[in-house]
């Protein structure tokens, strides 16, 4: 692209609230219910301290007058706009995200537009200093999934239903803009639109094509580019759409002032005849060929399009600033933090190559909810985006930091970034690559020992070797060592390795584990649990470097019948309990922030001497198996504590964390979940008191773990049902 440099203002960081208010059937899923932003003020003093310039935010139709305009309830909004107005953020208006209206219309409603844009105008007269609006959030994008997939009202599967659901809301794009600006005649259309782009195989090629060329037909419409002389004017004439509806935006052309870009790693998709090489929910075809639907990232050898190449496209199409107004990922942190800093310098790039590029928008600042059904049901499957809800108050995530440093202008340096995303690593693919035939930014993934690492402490270890194994899944560098490499007991040994190393962070597996043996070793049990997490607290504070290390449940003396939390005074019982207690104290005094995790009754899918593990082998054999009764304990999932622990250290969280399952179960009653749930025989199974087992360290009879810190680990039944899966595929 031989352009010359524009002269343009600094690139801008937005962001934007997760609103959709989407009907399925007669059910509508509000987002802002879900995620309590509808109740909490005080979330916008969040998000004006993150140092963004503008916000896209919901003044939606279906919230404020679902019964007529007469009724409308303009409360919410009146508090809200103001504060925004206060904090010195502009508001980017939104009035239908993903919606279909109030209960009395519909997409393909004729009077749909007319109406829109009367509640448009009520918008603007009330409050005429707002300069920014989207009237209708990717037209295109929800005239396919409830006009041509029938997920959402009115819940369509034809072309005419979809090209009719298209047409309405593009006219009420344009109407909208029409009332708003007999207010303000400077408003400001900010038209968003997902953006993705179609691969195919030869036999395919027709077929991509139309889904290429369909992609901008919202904001062909809005530009007035449709006419008889356009790729896809036939398509709409083919399933009886009068020339005349056309013709009305030729007549009425509303081009945005900004083209708003939403890309995702779904976005771009393949299709491919050759059905066997994928799973039957990815089959379907156009009547004329029978073909799968597939993640391209899953497929394509080249990788994904990306964001340079979709906003290269758009400016080179329109010729209009264009903004990426949707950068959001359901993954674990570090992907979020690659994703974000991808799209950012993307745009920096294509601005020193001439483009018009505006902002870019961190979108879901407050997560999003069910999205991985696209919001057809309810199963409060939660992604976390700028802010953590699963704290009593939103917590700021990693991603705040960088939004941040982004929005003043800075860089944002981790050396978890310095490895390409899970898109642009070989484990991407889970099926055959298929050549795409188009030139990838997909750089090599970089060397994991030209890097900063992180340090893993006990290699031979069930948690050690989990974290190893879960940071190659995460694209995370690491060095996994063993006690011959660091002994943490020893001062210099420390000293060493850290120099040696030069790691970021260091995570403390190591451990004297053996609760009962320790009654007869109390110095090595104290000498390893305690000394050894104190010299590396101190080694790593010198250093600069983070600490997370892990203390157990086994700290409290059971007198409570209610899950302890991170402020409970600590009373263990045993030697065990006693040098976690003790290791705690001294690390947090040592290395202030730290991270220190309690946790209990670990169990997972990779070793073979967990309970669950022993207990379905005992079972398998035709064993009985016996368990205690009457203690009281919250299981944990190794893999949901492993992914949770590196997420709050990459966020830079500090102090003391409860990291459990949710749930009080006793040993024995979760054996005969456990097998339940794995169809064996439960009768097997033998409960006994605990005092009858022949353990030697004294035990709590109730040591579960809650917090007030945040919930951040799935439910017990989820994850029981998980490690049977993946117990299977080990």
């Keep these: 692209m031989n352009l010359e440099p524009l002269s343009l203002p600094p690139l801008e960081m937005w962001a934007g609230v997760e609103c959709t208010v989407n009907r399925v059937g007669d059910e509508y899923f509000d987002q802002l219910e879900r995620n309590g932003h509808a109740t909490r003020l005080n979330d916008l003093d969040r998000f004006a301290a993150l140092g963004i310039r503008a916000i896209r935010y919901p003044v939606l139709w279906e919230r404020v007058a679902p019964n007529g305009l007469e009724k409308a309830d303009w409360t919410w909004t009146d508090e809200r706009l103001e504060r925004l107005r206060e904090l010195g953020i502009c508001p980017i208006v939104g009035l239908v995200h993903h919606g279909s209206g109030p209960r009395d219309t519909s997409l393909i409603d004729p009077a749909f537009p007319e109406r829109l844009a009367e509640f448009a105008h009520a918008v603007s007269d009330r409050y005429p200093w707002v300069t920014h609006y989207t009237p ?19 819940h369509g599967r034809d072309d005419r239903t979809f090209l009719r659901a298209l047409l309405v809301q593009c006219r009420s794009v344009a109407l909208s803009m029409q009332a708003v600006r007999q207010v303000n005649p400077d408003a400001q259309l900010v038209q968003t639109e997902d953006m993705g782009k179609t691969f195919s195989t030869p036999l395919l090629a027709y077929q991509a094509e139309l889904e290429n060329q369909r992609r901008w037909l919202s904001l062909d419409l809005l530009c007035g580019r449709i006419n008889p002389d356009h790729p896809l004017w036939h398509y709409f004439c083919q399933v009886d759409i009068e020339a005349a509806e056309l013709e009305w935006f030729l007549e009425h052309p509303c081009p945005p002032d900004i083209v708003g870009i939403n890309y ?91 483009a018009d590029i505006r902002a870019i928008t961190a979108w879901s600042l407050l997560g999003a909810y069910d999205w991985n059904s696209l919001v057809t049901r309810a199963n409060n499957f939660y992604e976390p985006g700028v802010f953590d809800l699963r704290s009593p108050t939103p917590r700021a995530t990693a991603l705040a930091t960088m939004v941040s440093h982004f929005s003043q202008g800075k860089t944002y340096e981790h050396p978890i970034l310095e490895t390409p995303g899970w898109w642009q690593r070989p484990e991407r693919l889970f099926y055959p690559a298929v050549n795409c035939n188009f030139s990838s930014s997909t750089t090599s993934p970089a060397r994991h020992d030209s890097l900063s690492p992180l340090v893993i402490t006990g290699a031979t270890g069930t948690l050690g070797q989990a974290f190893a194994r879960i940071c190659d899944i995460r694209g995370i560098p690491y060095r996994l060592l063993t006690r011959q490499e660091m002994n943490i007991t020893d001062i210099q040994s420390v000293e060493r390795s850290l120099d040696e190393l030069r790691p970021w962070a260091v995570i403390n597996t190591a451990g004297y584990v053996r609760v009962d043996d320790a009654e007869r070793e109390p110095h090595l049990c104290q000498k390893i649990n305690a000394d050894g997490a104190a010299i590396l607290a101190q080694a790593c504070v010198e250093r600069s470097v983070g600490l997370v290390t892990f203390s157990s449940d086994l700290v409290f003396d059971g007198t409570h019948t209610k899950p302890y939390l991170e402020s409970h005074q600590v009373s263990p019982l045993n030697v065990y309990g006693h040098s976690k207690a003790v290791a705690e104290k001294w690390v947090l005094q040592t290395h202030p922030c730290s991270l220190v995790i309690r946790t209990s009754a670990f169990f997972g899918p990779w070793d073979r001497h967990n309970f669950l593990t022993i207990l379905l082998q005992t079972l398998a054999d035709g064993n009985p198996f016996v368990a205690a009764n009457d203690a009281i304990v919250s299981p944990t999932y190794v893999p949901d504590l492993v992914n949770t622990t590196l997420d709050l250290l990459i966020d830079g969280e500090c102090g003391l964390w409860h990291l459990a399952n949710p749930g009080a179960i006793a040993w024995a009653e979760l054996a005969q979940l456990t097998a339940k749930l794995a169809g064996m025989d439960v009768s097997r199974i033998e409960a006994r008191p605990s005092h009858s087992l022949g353990w030697v360290a004294p035990r709590p009879v109730y040591s579960a773990l809650g917090s007030e810190r945040g919930t951040l680990l799935p439910e017990l039944d989820q994850a029981i049902a998980r490690y049977l899966r993946e117990r299977q595929s080990v």
């Design 136 to 154: 209708v959030n990717e037209p295109l994008t929800t005239a396919r999934f409830s006009g041509l997939y029938g997920h959402w009202y009115p």
């Design 264 to 354: 995702y790693l779904t976005s771009d998709r393949l299709l491919d005849e050759q059905l066997e090489k994928y799973p039957t929910h990815f089959h379907g075809g156009n009547g004329q060929h029978e073909y799968a639907d597939v993640e391209a990232v899953r497929v394509c050898g080249e990788g994904v399009a990306g964001h340079y190449r979709l906003l290269r496209e758009t400016w080179e199409r329109y010729q209009l600033p264009v903004a990426v107004t949707e950068v959001h990922l359901c993954c674990t942190r570090e992907e979020q933090l690659r994703w974000l800093k991808q799209a950012w310098e993307a745009a920096q790039q294509l601005r020193g190559e001439g």
